[in-house]
C-alpha cells in the first residue's frame, strides 16, 4: 500500500511546445483571453430578454447563459494563476457541455445572430483549448 503522502503527491504536468500551424495559435490557448472574451459575451447575451426574441428563434435559456459565463470566467481564472492544463481542461470540458446541449438548435433556421455569436465563439474555444489540453499537455 502506498503512503498517503505519495498516493496524493502529483507529478508537474510537462507541455510540449507545438510545431506546424497550431504553433501560431499555441500562446492563445495558454492564455486566458479567448475565454474571457467568450465568458463576456455570455454575460452581455444574458441582458438580452427573451421577450425581444421572435417566438420561432432559438436562444439559449437565461440560466444557461449565466452559468455558463460564470463557468468560462472561471476557466480564464484558472489560466491566469498559470495552470494551463487545468484551465485548458476547464475550457474544453464546459465548450462541449453547451455544444452538446445547444449546437443544433442554435444552427437551426431562423438565426439570432447573439445565438450564432455564442456557438462559433464556443466552438472556436473548443478547438483551440482541446487541442492544447489533449495533444500537447502530458
Request: proline letters at 9%; one cysteine or more; aromatic letters at 14%.
Given at each position: 500500500?502506498?503512503?498517503?503522502?505519495?498516493?496524493?503527491?502529483?507529478?508537474?504536468?510537462?507541455?510540449?511546445?507545438?510545431?506546424?500551424?497550431?504553433?501560431?495559435?499555441?500562446?492563445?490557448?495558454?492564455?486566458?483571453g479567448?475565454?474571457?472574451?467568450?465568458?463576456?459575451?455570455?454575460?452581455?447575451?444574458a441582458?438580452?430578454?427573451?421577450?425581444?426574441?421572435?417566438?420561432?428563434?432559438?436562444?439559449?435559456?437565461?440560466?444557461?447563459?449565466?452559468?455558463?459565463?460564470?463557468?468560462?470566467?472561471?476557466?480564464?481564472?484558472?489560466?491566469?494563476?498559470?495552470?494551463?492544463?487545468?484551465?485548458?481542461?476547464?475550457?474544453?470540458?464546459?465548450?462541449?457541455?453547451?455544444?452538446?446541449?445547444?449546437?443544433?438548435?442554435?444552427?437551426?433556421?431562423?438565426f439570432?445572430?447573439?445565438?450564432?455569436?455564442?456557438?462559433?465563439?464556443?466552438?472556436?474555444?473548443?478547438?483551440?483549448?482541446?487541442?492544447?489540453?489533449?495533444?500537447?499537455?502530458?
Amino acid at each position: 500500500m502506498e503512503s498517503p503522502e505519495r498516493a496524493n503527491s502529483s507529478s508537474p504536468s510537462t507541455s510540449q511546445m507545438a510545431t506546424g500551424v497550431f504553433s501560431h495559435f499555441q500562446p492563445y490557448a495558454r492564455s486566458k483571453g479567448p475565454i474571457l472574451g467568450l465568458g463576456t459575451l455570455f454575460a452581455a447575451s444574458a441582458v438580452i430578454p427573451s421577450t425581444v426574441v421572435r417566438p420561432n428563434v432559438y436562444f439559449p435559456p437565461y440560466l444557461h447563459r449565466v452559468g455558463f459565463s460564470l463557468v468560462f470566467c472561471g476557466a480564464a481564472y484558472v489560466l491566469a494563476a498559470g495552470d494551463a492544463r487545468n484551465g485548458s481542461g476547464i475550457a474544453t470540458a464546459w465548450s462541449l457541455t453547451y455544444l452538446f446541449l445547444h449546437l443544433r438548435r442554435s444552427l437551426r433556421p431562423p438565426f439570432y445572430p447573439p445565438t450564432l455569436a455564442m456557438t462559433a465563439g464556443t466552438t472556436a474555444c473548443a478547438a483551440l483549448y482541446g487541442t492544447e489540453y489533449f495533444m500537447y499537455q502530458t
